[in-house]
């Protein structure tokens, strides 16, 4: 069976700076839910921009079920990939409902409406992401966290068998951070998709992921200067991977039987008071 | 379904506008400095009979310049709207990237080169506009290519440079005319809506809806175009190609409208502003209402534009701006609370 998605030797660069994902290749199998984790500016998004097909690999292919994207049109990407990236207020005050059935616009008619079914996926997606009470406001009149679950819900009304997200959760509260989790845990299971999400919140991706992508900033890279590494949870969010990456110390905790990671304030190498400062702190004790 | 907008609706609503619009159109025919009865002006005079006046007046005079009216009016606010979508600015205008000035300099050229030689019996100026026009959105369009595929910040400060050089050339250029060029340049810049002739009507206005139609085509993919490019290419539109389509139709509107009728402001702006306020920023909308609202707006601005003076004549774009201005600001303050100024 092909995997889902296939990276082959993707190396990217902007302009002539120094490349920020080097010969990245890896499988994700159909069914996955992958886990993207590491520092700002370690090329995350730019990897999710690249698997969407939005942004052309240097060198390099990428393999959506076993078609290379080089060969693909758009039309035939938008079937098989949806991305869900970042929330922003667009430039003109679209409805929510509006903005959820967008993502139908290859399966519009001839005359460029909707049919049925694209009304029936649209609904169900923003049943799904608790949007359908604000269905006819305009995007603009949302808070940033209702935004990003109506971008959530355009994602899911695209109907594909993979969806990538860049930090869905980021603005999310605590509950709607779960309800989102839970809902893409089920879409993996019920519907086998395959799912790529970007976060920073190691605890979710412990809980909910199968997989995990760490990406190590640009200057911190193992000796062996990959700039990743991918393989199950347990071995790729472990307090020393995670150290490494993000140059914090991180402590692993087993509550019941689940692990968690608990970055730590303080770090030898890290952020240091001032010398003065401590004394003043000093001076104020007891 | 809530939020969404129904065939039916949208069929419904542009019926109601067009028929809205030809009585609009109707009954400005009929007002002028010389009344006329609309059932004297539609009675043709047998052959050899005397003379009707009230149908000279309607068919020959007041008839072809309402249609003109109309005609400018779809071009330039349904390619407001295409502009606004695709540069995702609520601030665009049909001139934004340089129609105007090229025009401008097309015609300026064309009055002080001498109006010697003639097109088909024609006067060049329209020509000269066109090309002027056509010349500069695609100068502007190619720097705009340069400096990135998806940044229409670099196309929209090429648009401003390009203009505002422009116009320093048009500048220098009525400075130096002669006062006879002068007059027949600001008299172009001014706007009018003087065209009697009906093959030119029949071209220009078989272009400008043409192009309104092929607009609308579009229109469902530049909803999503205008929410950003990256989200129409992962949706699965062309986003280069329907782009370059969009911005060429809009373009060759304008400047069949601006060839035909010379500078008018504000009508490209304001109605695609102000049928979003009232209906929503659906192009599949927006776009066939901008263009009824757009004729509509233009023919009553025109109407008034030839009698309020009468028997002189106020350039069109001078009414179009006082009617526009406060009507728009009335609209906005009556929608206030649906519309949200990104910062």
Redesign the interface.
Known sequence: MTAAIQAQHVTFRYGRGQPILQDVSFEVPAGTFLAIVGPNGAGKSTLINILAGLLPPRSGDVLLEGTNLRSCRVQDIARKVAVVRQEFIPAFGYSVMETVLMARTLHYGRLGFEGQADQELARQALELTETVEFASRSLDSLSAGERQRVFIARGLAQNTPILLLDEPTSFLDLKHQIKIYDLLKSIQIEKGTTIVAITHDLNLATQYCNQALLLYPLGNRPAESSCYRIGKIADILTPGEIERAFDVRVFSAVVGDERFLIPSAARAGGLHLSGRASQDSSQCKP | ?????A?RTLLIRIGVAAVLLVLVMLACALVGPQTISLKAALTAPATGAAPNPDYEIFVRIRVPRILLAALVGVALASAGAVF??LL???LADPYILGISSGAGLGVILAVIGGLGWTLWGRSPVAVCAFVGALATVWLVWGIGRITGKYHVTGLLLAGVVVNAFLSALILFLTSIAKSQQLYATIFWLMGNLTEEDFLVLWVGGGGIVAGAIGLF?L???L??I???P??????????EKIELAAFAIAAFITAVAVSLSGLIGFVGLIIPHAV?LVF???H?QLLPLSGLAGAGFLVVADTIARTIVAPAQLPVGVITAILGGPFFLALLIRYSR???W?A
């Open positions: 379904m809530p939020g969404t907008l065939p606004q979508a995702r600015n609520p085509f229109s469902p993919q909803n999503i205008s929410v950003g990256q989200d129409a290419r992962s949706v699965g539109v062309p986003v979003r929503g920023p659906d599949r649906k519309v949200y990104p």
